[in-house]
């Protein structure tokens, strides 16, 4: 037999192939809480504009709050026949007030319904998602707070570059963090826009009011134009954009754990809360929450793929490939939460092996920089002539197998004869790190500060 709620064009129903392809409750029942509270704002519009009387409104928003009580008790009864949450929740409220239920859905369709709906349930996201990325940057500030003055390598290309201090290290990435923020942010101004009473594509002739819905449901404005309302996307678009782009910084972070909690080169111990162990290896401490921080990038960065490709071709208006828009939004989400805590958890665990650390740190010459540098500055040489003597300098103490801070002065002026005594004030590691005082530099006065800065205005936010 036809679907009741929207047959009347058809003699039968849909073939078995044909439901299975298009419902969509499996993924869109999650959204639950979002259509009743828009079915709310419709009802009681509708009412206040006499489009419906305000005792059949009444009944609406009584049968709604039961139907979310029954879905919140796990009594709710999801029928894949009806297709949809909007479809599902109309159903039961026809079983509950009877003959009122059908003037709901005056001066609005599915079409609107989903985007608002969507929408809603994005925000939520998003302000969920910012929330725990702002308790991820205090983890990671307080941690830089605590080994501001902690040395360890810095690398370009994988390779040892110059001395950096782990706080300074860890305050990068809550720099990236609040870039993604203010990404989820901007996607949040632009998405908090009301779809609701575009209807199909064209509006309705019934006297609504867009304001008073879009106000009720906390959204800035309504949309201006009605096939943009409910045909468009970007909003999902943009973000999982953001989303991709949070899933990227903290891959790279996983990634940098992998490596340093590595007994080959054990700059940090996760303990036993975020490790496990070999089925087969006793020895085995391995970082899989790690590991699959970075591999739930791949599932983010792919859904974004997929919302794109989507929308890639399809004309104006809407058509029911946007069906296609959730599942990946929706696990892309759940897996991005997870990834967030489980770094946030990490950070706060990790315990830095600080004498590996500096040892490290003076691996591969790193203080080179700094000897150009006194070259520049105590003798007057132009950089690029620096750079030349300190690269024959380097040459030298690998041949003998000494680092820099160890080569006799006699050694050193054999290449430049007017390097004095002073030279070796720059070539530790504790001296390169302190020297770097410029804003935004790795000294650890910086990094206390920074960490500080950071700590307070989180905190402010907090409150």
Request: aromatic share 6%; net charge neutral.
């Amino acid at each position: 037999m036809s679907n009741t709620m929207w047959g009347g064009r058809f003699a039968s129903g849909p073939g078995v192939v044909m439901e299975a392809i298009n419902t969509s409750i499996d993924i869109d029942r999650h959204l639950y809480r979002q259509d009743i509270a828009a079915s709310k704002a419709h009802a009681a519009m509708l009412a206040k504009q006499g489009i419906i009387t305000a005792e059949d409104a009444r009944k609406i928003a009584e049968g709604l709050d039961a139907i979310l009580s029954e879905i919140e008790a796990g009594t709710f009864s999801f029928k894949r026949a009806l297709e949809d949450i909007h479809m599902n929740v109309e159903g039961r409220l026809a079983e509950l007030i009877g003959e009122a239920a059908g003037r709901l859905h005056t001066a609005r369709s599915r079409n609107d319904q989903v985007a608002t709906d969507f929408r809603l349930w994005l925000r939520e996201e998003i302000d969920a998602i910012d929330a725990a990325l702002a308790t991820f940057q205090r983890t990671l500030a307080a941690k830089a707070l605590a080994h501001a003055g902690t040395i360890m390598p810095g690398l370009t290309h994988l390779q040892p570059a110059q001395p950096i201090t782990f706080g300074h290290h860890l305050l990068a990435y809550v720099e990236m963090a609040a870039r993604d923020r203010g990404r989820f942010a901007d996607a949040r101004k632009r998405l908090n826009e009301s779809p609701l009473g575009a209807c199909a594509l064209a509006g309705t002739s019934f006297p609504i009011d867009r304001d008073a819905t879009a106000e009720a449901l906390g959204f800035d404005r309504p949309m201006a134009n009605s096939i943009d309302a409910v045909s468009d996307r970007d909003f999902v678009m943009e973000t999982l954009a953001a989303a991709a782009i949070t899933a990227v910084h903290l891959s790279r972070l996983a990634d940098e754990i992998v490596i340093w909690s590595s007994p080959l080169v054990g700059f940090v111990r996760l303990s036993d809360a975020f490790t496990t162990g070999s089925s087969i290896m006793p020895q085995k401490r391995n970082p899989d929450a790690a590991e699959l921080v970075r591999a739930k990038s791949g599932r983010i960065i792919g859904a974004l793929e997929a919302m794109l490709i989507v929308m890639k071709g399809l004309p104006l208006a809407y058509a029911k490939d946007l069906q296609e828009d959730k599942a990946g939004a929706m696990d892309a989400f759940a897996a991005l939460a997870l990834a967030v805590a489980a770094m946030t958890g990490m950070v706060a665990d990790l315990t830095p092996d600080v004498a590996r650390m500096k040892k490290a740190a003076g691996a591969g010459y790193a203080t080179a920089t700094d000897l150009a540098d006194w070259l520049v500055r105590t003798l007057g040489l132009p950089f690029r002539q620096a750079h030349r003597i300190t690269g024959r300098i380097v040459a030298a103490a690998e041949e003998a197998g000494l680092p820099l801070h160890r080569m006799p002065l006699a050694r050193l002026r054999e290449i430049e004869p007017r390097i004095g005594e002073d030279v070796f004030s720059v070539l530790s590691v504790e001296k390169s790190v302190k020297s770097r005082t410029s804003f935004g530099g790795t000294a650890p006065k910086n990094v206390r500060a920074q960490a500080r800065k950071w700590l307070r205005r989180l905190e402010v936010e907090k409150s």
